[in-house]
C-alpha cells in the first residue's frame, strides 16, 4: 500500500539512494536543518532491573559446565533434553534453548517469595495499657472466651475498657459513626486505642451474604472510626486464621478476609493504624498477656500471631524455586476447567493449556459464549484440535457451578484441573467503599473458590489452582475488597490441603495479559506506567506460565510470584510508617543500611542541610524557591531548574501522587523538617512551597498575614469538631460577630483581647430576654 511504499522509500533515501521528492510533494520547499538537529534529551527514566534473587545465573550453570567437565555423555543429554547419540547440528540448538530456559528460570526464579513467621523474645515483665480503649465486640461474640479472658487482661493491663456492642445492623456506616460519635462526647477522652474481635462473627451478614457479617461491620467500623474523627490505633483480632507455628492450616480461614482488609487500611490510614492480631484457638491467662504485650508494642510490629509457643511476627522471604525439588512433571489431561476463561488472563492460560495437551477445555465467564473476544478464542483453540466449551457460568452461584458440573458427569467428562482465574477488582478507597461494593468485590473468588472446593470431586483431581494477589499478601491501597479476596485464597489453599484437596494458591503480581481488543482486564482499572514507577513490572505471559508449571511441578500450597525493584517500591510503601513484613529480605536491609552521608552532624534532624541555617533573611525567599525547584526538576528528570515556572501547579507540569511524594522526602532531607504527605497538593507551586519551608523553618515574618489565614483555619477545624451547648454556643458566635465588626472598622479592629472580651461579655449580659431568643432562633437555628 501507500504507507508500505513511502516507508521504503524513505529507508532507502535514508541509505543512500537518490529520492526525487518532488514528484511526491511538488509544491514543497527545500528547508535547511540546524547544523546540530538533536538536542538528545531524554525525557524517561533509566530502567532498573527487579531483585535477582538469591541465586545468580552463573551459579545455576554451574552443574551443566561440571557435567561438561566430566564428560558425562547421559547428564549432558539428559540435560539439554536430547538423545545421547544426537548429531553436532542437533546440539547447538539444544544448547540455545538449554541456555534461554536457564535464563527464564533464574528471572523467574528471582520473583518467588514466602510467607514465614519468626518468634519473638518474651518482653520482661507484664505490659502497661494506659487510657480508655474501645473493644468492639460482635454481639453474637459476648460472652466467648476468647473476647472475655483477653479483655479481663486489658483491663488488669491498667487500661479503662469501653465495650461496643455491634451487630448486623451497624454495617450501616452512617449508624455506626452516630454511636461512635457519641462515645467519645462530652467528658470522655478520645480513646487511646481500638481492639475490634468483629472478625469472630463469620454468620452471613443477611443483607450481605457474599461477606460474614464481622466484615461487613469491620469495614463499617474503618469507615465510622474516620467520619468519626476518631484517631487512635485500630487493631484487628482474628482466630486461628492463620496457620502459624505448630499449626498445620488454618483453622478459620474466613477470618483471612480481615487479614486483607486489615493491610489496605493500614496503607490508606496509616496514622491510626495498630495492627493484625491472630489469636490461639484457646484463650488462657498467657495468651491474654501476649495480646496485651501487643497492643502495648506502639505498632512496631503490626503482623502479629500468638501461640502457645510465643508470639510470632509475619515475613516476607525468599523462596527459589530449587529449593523445593519437582514432585512431578505437571502436564493437563482431561478436562481441565478455567474460570474467568474469556478474560484476558483466562484466555493466555487457556492457549498455553491447549498447547501443553489438554483434551477439553471449559472456559466458564458471567456472559459465556457473549463475552468480546470469546468466540474467536473458541475458534482459535478448537483449531488445535483441543476441545472447547464455553459456558455461562457465575462461579459465585453455587446452583450454577453444580449444574456444570453435574452436566459434565452426565457427559462421562472427568474434571481433573480447575484454574480459578475469575475475580472482580474494583479500585476505591475503603472511604468510598460501602458494603455492597465490597461484596460484589469478594463474591467471585470467595464464592466461587467454596462452591469449586465443595462440589469438585477431589478424588479425580490432579490441580486446584486459585490466583491471588500480592493484594492479598501485603495489601494495597484502593483495593480493600480485592486484597480481602485473596487473601482468602492463601488461607483456602492450606486449609484444603489439610483436607488432602490438592490445592495451589499463586500470589502473582500483575500480568501482562492483553486481550484481542488490545486490552487486558487490569489495564483497564491500574495505570501501568505508575504501577512501573512503583517498582512492580508486569509479569509477561511467558515467565508467568514458566512460573505456574514450576509451581505445579512442585505440587506447591502457596507461593508469591512478583518482579519487585525493591530499590522502588519499598521507600514508597513505607514511607507513612515502618513495614517490618519486608525487613527480613536481603534487598531490603541493604537499602536500610546505614550510609556515610546518613551519620554525623548532618543526620541529626535538628540540623538544617544545605547551609539553609546561615541564610540571611534577604536571600531565604531566592534560596528556598531555588531548592524547591531544584528537586522538583530532579524529580521530574529535567535537566534544569529554570524549565519550572515558580507560579505554575506541580500537578499541571506531570507531579502525581508518587512523584509528589519523592519530591516531599528530597525536601526532608534537604531541610530536616517533617512535612506532612500532603504537602505538593496544600501547597500546588514552587512559590508556595518556598513560602511553607520558610514558615517552618525560620518562623512567620513580623506582620506575616500568612500566619494569622493559619490561625483562623485551625480555629474553623476547632470550631467543627466541638458541640458546645446551648449557652456556649451562644457566647461564641457573639464573640466571633463582635471580632468580625471591629474588622470591618477602618482601624482595622486594634482593639486588646481584654477589650474585645469585655464587650463581648457587656454585648451578652445587656441583652433582654426577647434579644437572646430571636438571636437563638435566627442565628442558631434552635
Same mark, same amino acid.
Given at each position: 500500500?501507500?504507507?508500505?511504499?513511502?516507508?521504503?522509500?524513505?529507508?532507502?533515501?535514508?541509505?543512500?539512494?537518490?529520492?526525487?521528492?518532488?514528484?511526491?510533494?511538488?509544491?514543497?520547499?527545500?528547508?535547511?536543518?540546524?547544523?546540530?538537529?538533536?538536542? &538528545?534529551? =531524554?525525557?524517561?527514566?533509566?530502567?532498573?532491573?527487579?531483585?535477582?534473587?538469591?541465586?545468580?545465573?552463573?551459579?545455576?550453570?554451574?552443574?551443566?559446565?561440571?557435567?561438561?567437565?566430566?564428560?558425562?555423555?547421559?547428564?549432558?543429554?539428559?540435560?539439554?533434553?536430547?538423545?545421547?547419540?544426537?548429531?553436532?547440528?542437533?546440539?547447538?540448538?539444544?544448547?540455545?534453548?538449554?541456555?534461554?530456559?536457564?535464563?527464564?528460570?533464574?528471572?523467574?526464579?528471582?520473583?518467588?517469595?514466602?510467607?514465614?513467621?519468626?518468634?519473638? /523474645?518474651?518482653?520482661?515483665?507484664?505490659?502497661?495499657?494506659?487510657?480508655?480503649?474501645?473493644?468492639?465486640?460482635?454481639?453474637?461474640?459476648?460472652?466467648?472466651?476468647?473476647?472475655?479472658?483477653?479483655?479481663?487482661?486489658?483491663?488488669?493491663?491498667?487500661?479503662?475498657?469501653?465495650?461496643?456492642?455491634?451487630?448486623?445492623?451497624?454495617?450501616?456506616?452512617?449508624?455506626?459513626?452516630?454511636?461512635?460519635?457519641?462515645?467519645?462526647?462530652?467528658?470522655?477522652?478520645?480513646?487511646?486505642?481500638?481492639?475490634?474481635?468483629?472478625?469472630?462473627?463469620?454468620?452471613?451478614?443477611?443483607? &450481605?451474604?457474599?461477606?460474614?457479617?464481622?466484615?461487613?461491620?469491620?469495614? $463499617?467500623?474503618?469507615?465510622?472510626?474516620?467520619?468519626?474523627?476518631?484517631?487512635?490505633?485500630?487493631?484487628?483480632?482474628?482466630?486461628?486464621?492463620?496457620?502459624?507455628?505448630?499449626?498445620?492450616?488454618?483453622?478459620?480461614?474466613?477470618?483471612?478476609?480481615?487479614?486483607?482488609?486489615?493491610?489496605?487500611?493500614?496503607?490508606? &490510614?496509616?496514622?491510626?493504624?495498630?495492627?493484625?492480631?491472630?489469636?490461639?484457638?484457646?484463650?488462657?491467662?498467657?495468651?491474654?498477656?501476649?495480646?496485651?504485650?501487643?497492643?502495648?508494642?506502639?505498632?512496631?510490629?503490626?503482623?502479629?500471631?500468638?501461640?502457645?509457643?510465643?508470639?510470632?511476627?509475619?515475613?516476607?522471604?525468599?523462596?527459589?524455586?530449587?529449593?523445593?525439588?519437582?514432585?512431578?512433571?505437571?502436564?493437563?489431561?482431561?478436562?481441565?476447567?478455567?474460570?474467568?476463561?474469556?478474560?484476558?488472563?483466562?484466555?493466555?492460560?487457556?492457549?498455553?493449556?491447549?498447547?501443553?495437551?489438554?483434551?477439553?477445555?471449559?472456559?466458564?465467564?458471567?456472559?459465556?459464549?457473549?463475552?468480546?473476544?470469546?468466540?474467536?478464542?473458541?475458534?482459535?483453540?478448537?483449531?488445535?484440535?483441543?476441545?472447547?466449551?464455553?459456558?455461562?457460568?457465575?462461579?459465585?452461584?453455587?446452583?450454577?457451578?453444580?449444574?456444570?458440573?453435574?452436566?459434565?458427569?452426565?457427559?462421562?467428562?472427568?474434571?481433573?484441573?480447575?484454574?480459578?482465574?475469575?475475580?472482580?477488582?474494583?479500585?476505591?478507597?475503603?472511604?468510598?467503599?460501602?458494603?455492597?461494593?465490597?461484596?460484589?468485590?469478594?463474591?467471585?473468588?470467595?464464592?466461587?473458590?467454596?462452591?469449586?472446593?465443595?462440589?469438585?470431586?477431589?478424588?479425580?483431581?490432579?490441580?486446584?489452582?486459585?490466583? $491471588?494477589?500480592?493484594?492479598?499478601?501485603?495489601?494495597?491501597?484502593?483495593?480493600?475488597?480485592?486484597?480481602?479476596?485473596?487473601?482468602?485464597?492463601?488461607?483456602?489453599?492450606?486449609?484444603?490441603?489439610?483436607?488432602?484437596?490438592?490445592?495451589?494458591?499463586?500470589?502473582?503480581?500483575?500480568?501482562?495479559?492483553?486481550?484481542?481488543?488490545?486490552?487486558?482486564?487490569?489495564?483497564?482499572?491500574?495505570?501501568?506506567?505508575?504501577?512501573?514507577?512503583?517498582?512492580?513490572?508486569?509479569?509477561?505471559?511467558?515467565?508467568?506460565?514458566?512460573?505456574?508449571?514450576?509451581?505445579? @511441578?512442585?505440587?506447591?500450597?502457596?507461593?508469591?510470584?512478583?518482579?519487585?525493584?525493591?530499590?522502588?517500591?519499598?521507600?514508597?510503601? !513505607?514511607?507513612?510508617?515502618?513495614?517490618?513484613?519486608?525487613?527480613?529480605?536481603?534487598?531490603?536491609?541493604?537499602?536500610?543500611? /546505614?550510609?556515610?552521608?546518613?551519620?554525623?552532624?548532618?543526620?541529626?534532624?535538628?540540623?538544617?542541610?544545605?547551609?539553609?541555617?546561615?541564610?540571611?533573611?534577604?536571600?531565604?525567599?531566592?534560596?528556598?524557591?531555588?531548592?524547591?525547584?531544584?528537586?522538583?526538576?530532579?524529580?521530574?528528570?529535567?535537566?534544569? /531548574?529554570?524549565?519550572?515556572?515558580?507560579?505554575?501547579?506541580?500537578?499541571?507540569?506531570?507531579?502525581?501522587?508518587?512523584?509528589?511524594?519523592?519530591?516531599?522526602? =528530597?525536601?526532608?532531607?534537604?531541610?530536616?523538617?517533617?512535612?506532612?504527605?500532603?504537602?505538593?497538593? @496544600?501547597?500546588?507551586?514552587?512559590?508556595?512551597?518556598?513560602?511553607?519551608?520558610?514558615?517552618?523553618?525560620?518562623?512567620?515574618?513580623?506582620?506575616?498575614?500568612?500566619?494569622?489565614?493559619?490561625?483562623?483555619?485551625?480555629?474553623?477545624?476547632?470550631?467543627?469538631?466541638?458541640?458546645?451547648?446551648?449557652?456556649?454556643?451562644?457566647?461564641?458566635?457573639?464573640?466571633?460577630?463582635?471580632?468580625?465588626?471591629?474588622? !470591618?472598622?477602618?482601624?482595622?479592629?486594634?482593639?486588646? /483581647?481584654?477589650?474585645?472580651?469585655?464587650?463581648?461579655?457587656?454585648?451578652?449580659?445587656?441583652?433582654?430576654?426577647?434579644?437572646?431568643?430571636?438571636?437563638?432562633?435566627?442565628?442558631?437555628?434552635?
Amino acid at each position: 500500500g501507500p504507507g508500505r511504499l513511502l516507508a521504503s522509500l524513505g529507508e532507502a533515501w535514508v541509505a543512500g539512494v537518490a529520492v526525487d521528492w518532488s514528484r511526491l510533494v511538488p509544491a514543497g520547499r527545500v528547508v535547511e536543518l540546524p547544523t546540530y538537529a538533536f538536542q &538528545h534529551q =531524554r525525557y524517561w527514566l533509566d530502567s532498573t532491573s527487579a531483585n535477582t534473587g538469591d541465586r545468580p545465573a552463573a551459579d545455576q550453570d554451574a552443574a551443566f559446565w561440571e557435567t561438561v567437565r566430566h564428560t558425562d555423555l547421559d547428564g549432558f543429554a539428559a540435560e539439554l533434553d536430547i538423545a545421547p547419540d544426537a548429531p553436532l547440528g542437533t546440539v547447538l540448538p539444544a544448547l540455545a534453548d538449554w541456555r534461554q530456559r536457564m535464563r527464564t528460570t533464574a528471572a523467574v526464579d528471582a520473583w518467588r517469595y514466602r510467607i514465614t513467621w519468626k518468634r519473638l /523474645p518474651g518482653a520482661p515483665g507484664a505490659p502497661a495499657l494506659t487510657g480508655t480503649w474501645l473493644a468492639v465486640v460482635p454481639e453474637r461474640h459476648l460472652d466467648d472466651p476468647s473476647v472475655t479472658t483477653s479483655l479481663d487482661a486489658v483491663a488488669k493491663a491498667g487500661a479503662e475498657v469501653v465495650h461496643v456492642l455491634v451487630g448486623d445492623s451497624d454495617a450501616d456506616v452512617d449508624r455506626l459513626t452516630e454511636r461512635l460519635r457519641g462515645l467519645v462526647a462530652g467528658p470522655r477522652q478520645s480513646p487511646a486505642g481500638i481492639v475490634s474481635f468483629l472478625a469472630l462473627d463469620e454468620e452471613r451478614h443477611p443483607d &450481605h451474604p457474599a461477606m460474614p457479617s464481622g466484615l461487613a461491620t469491620g469495614l $463499617s467500623l474503618v469507615r465510622a472510626l474516620g467520619r468519626a474523627g476518631i484517631g487512635a490505633p485500630l487493631w484487628m483480632v482474628t482466630r486461628q486464621a492463620l496457620a502459624v507455628g505448630e499449626d498445620t492450616h488454618p483453622h478459620a480461614p474466613l477470618g483471612s478476609l480481615t487479614w486483607g482488609l486489615g493491610q489496605v487500611t493500614a496503607l490508606e &490510614h496509616a496514622d491510626r493504624w495498630g495492627g493484625l492480631i491472630d489469636l490461639p484457638d484457646t484463650a488462657d491467662a498467657r495468651s491474654a498477656r501476649m495480646l496485651c504485650a501487643a497492643l502495648a508494642g506502639h505498632g512496631v510490629e503490626d503482623q502479629l500471631a500468638l501461640r502457645p509457643s510465643g508470639t510470632f511476627v509475619r515475613r516476607l522471604a525468599h523462596t527459589p524455586g530449587e529449593q523445593r525439588p519437582a514432585r512431578r512433571s505437571w502436564r493437563p489431561r482431561g478436562t481441565v476447567i478455567v474460570t474467568g476463561g474469556t478474560g484476558a488472563l483466562g484466555a493466555v492460560l487457556a492457549r498455553w493449556l491447549a498447547a501443553e495437551g489438554a483434551e477439553h477445555l471449559v472456559l466458564t465467564g458471567r456472559r459465556g459464549a457473549d463475552a468480546p473476544g470469546a468466540g474467536r478464542l473458541r475458534d482459535e483453540l478448537a483449531a488445535t484440535g483441543t476441545r472447547v466449551t464455553v459456558a455461562t457460568c457465575d462461579v459465585a452461584d453455587r446452583k450454577a457451578v453444580a449444574a456444570l458440573l453435574d452436566a459434565l458427569a452426565a457427559d462421562g467428562e472427568t474434571v481433573r484441573a480447575v484454574l480459578h482465574a475469575a475475580g472482580v477488582a474494583d479500585l476505591t478507597s475503603l472511604a468510598d467503599t460501602g458494603p455492597e461494593a465490597f461484596a460484589a468485590g469478594v463474591v467471585a473468588k470467595v464464592d466461587g473458590a467454596l462452591h469449586l472446593t465443595e462440589l469438585l470431586d477431589h478424588t479425580e483431581l490432579d490441580a486446584f489452582v486459585l490466583f $491471588s494477589s500480592i493484594a492479598g499478601v501485603w495489601g494495597s491501597g484502593d483495593h480493600g475488597a480485592y486484597a480481602a479476596a485473596n487473601a482468602f485464597l492463601n488461607a483456602l489453599a492450606e486449609h484444603n490441603r489439610a483436607r488432602g484437596i490438592p490445592t495451589t494458591s499463586i500470589a502473582w503480581g500483575v500480568w501482562n495479559a492483553f486481550g484481542a481488543e488490545g486490552a487486558g482486564g487490569i489495564s483497564e482499572a491500574v495505570d501501568l506506567d505508575q504501577l512501573h514507577r512503583r517498582g512492580l513490572p508486569l509479569i509477561e505471559p511467558e515467565l508467568g506460565l514458566t512460573a505456574l508449571q514450576r509451581a505445579l @511441578d512442585r505440587d506447591e500450597t502457596t507461593v508469591t510470584v512478583a518482579p519487585v525493584a525493591w530499590e522502588r517500591f519499598y521507600p514508597l510503601f !513505607s514511607v507513612a510508617r515502618p513495614r517490618p513484613l519486608f525487613e527480613d529480605l536481603p534487598q531490603i536491609r541493604a537499602l536500610s543500611a /546505614p550510609t556515610p552521608a546518613a551519620t554525623g552532624p548532618a543526620a541529626d534532624s535538628g540540623q538544617r542541610g544545605s547551609g539553609l541555617a546561615d541564610l540571611p533573611p534577604a536571600d531565604r525567599d531566592s534560596g528556598l524557591l531555588a531548592l524547591v525547584r531544584g528537586e522538583a526538576a530532579a524529580v521530574l528528570g529535567y535537566e534544569r /531548574p529554570d524549565q519550572l515556572d515558580a507560579d505554575r501547579a506541580l500537578r499541571d507540569v506531570g507531579f502525581d501522587s508518587l512523584t509528589a511524594m519523592e519530591l516531599r522526602t =528530597r525536601l526532608a532531607t534537604a531541610t530536616g523538617l517533617t512535612l506532612p504527605a500532603a504537602l505538593v497538593f @496544600d501547597h500546588p507551586t514552587p512559590l508556595a512551597l518556598a513560602a511553607y519551608l520558610k514558615t517552618e523553618l525560620y518562623g512567620p515574618d513580623a506582620g506575616d498575614d500568612s500566619s494569622v489565614l493559619a490561625d483562623l483555619d485551625a480555629l474553623s477545624q476547632r470550631l467543627a469538631g466541638i458541640d458546645p451547648d446551648t449557652n456556649t454556643r451562644l457566647e461564641i458566635t457573639l464573640r466571633l460577630r463582635s471580632l468580625l465588626a471591629r474588622w !470591618s472598622e477602618p482601624d482595622g479592629g486594634r482593639t486588646t /483581647p481584654e477589650a474585645a472580651s469585655a464587650a463581648s461579655a457587656t454585648a451578652l449580659e445587656s441583652a433582654d430576654v426577647d434579644e437572646v431568643l430571636a438571636f437563638i432562633d435566627t442565628e442558631l437555628g434552635i
